[in-house]
């Protein structure tokens, strides 16, 4: 793990850390805004940026496990808060094992302590694959979740899983009770209209256009220098 910022704030005896996992293949502002989003709201002490290791559902990426550990550094760099990015799943991978979000959860917690709130941040087309996700009714033992949801989206949504959606319900807090306790509860932010695609960003990059707004400079330079997501 690394510590990319160390902003000075006055730490809460039970601190708010938010979690923000993702293939990061590439990183893009979509995810660094989610994370500030979130951020934000929770007046959170750290946001922690957890590059998928081996992540199960999806296929081949484009780049490996260091160098989207390395651009999501250089992405989530300079924020106005303490931002760590955590290689956990990509060195379980390295040891030829499975990428779960509950085996990453369970680690941050023995981590951090029983007290602290762990927030668990995601976008509304990871809930919608929620009841696909490894033991994931137990991922509420270890962490609240946040969703980010496009404008218009609602927990009815036919999209969503039945079960997910009475399982999210139930559990709806404020974001006050989030910050202020370790795990359990739910919140659906409705304002967040980022809605980027890292498929058709790498589809862009391989078609030759290497200037695009929705990555950073920064990253852009690094996919640049080692020659990432060409045909």
Known sequence: MTAISTTAGTARSNPCVALLGGSYDPVHMGHVALGTHFSSLLHADELRVIPAGAPWQKGNLGATGQQRAEMAGLA?????LPVMIDRQEIERSE???ASYTIDTLRQVRAELGTRASIVFLMGADQLQRLATWREWQQLFEYAHICVAARPGFALNDTA???VVAEEFSR???S???IRNTPHGLTYLAQDFAVDISATE???ALQRGNRANPLVSPLVLDYIEQHNLYKS
Do not use: D, K, N, T
């Open 76 to 80: 989530f760099a300079g924020l106005p």
């Open 95 to 97: 040891h030829g094992q």
């Open 160 to 162: 969503v899983p039945q």
């Open 171 to 173: 559990r709806l807090g």
């Open 175 to 177: 974001l006050e009770s």
């Open 201 to 203: 960003i790498r589809a």
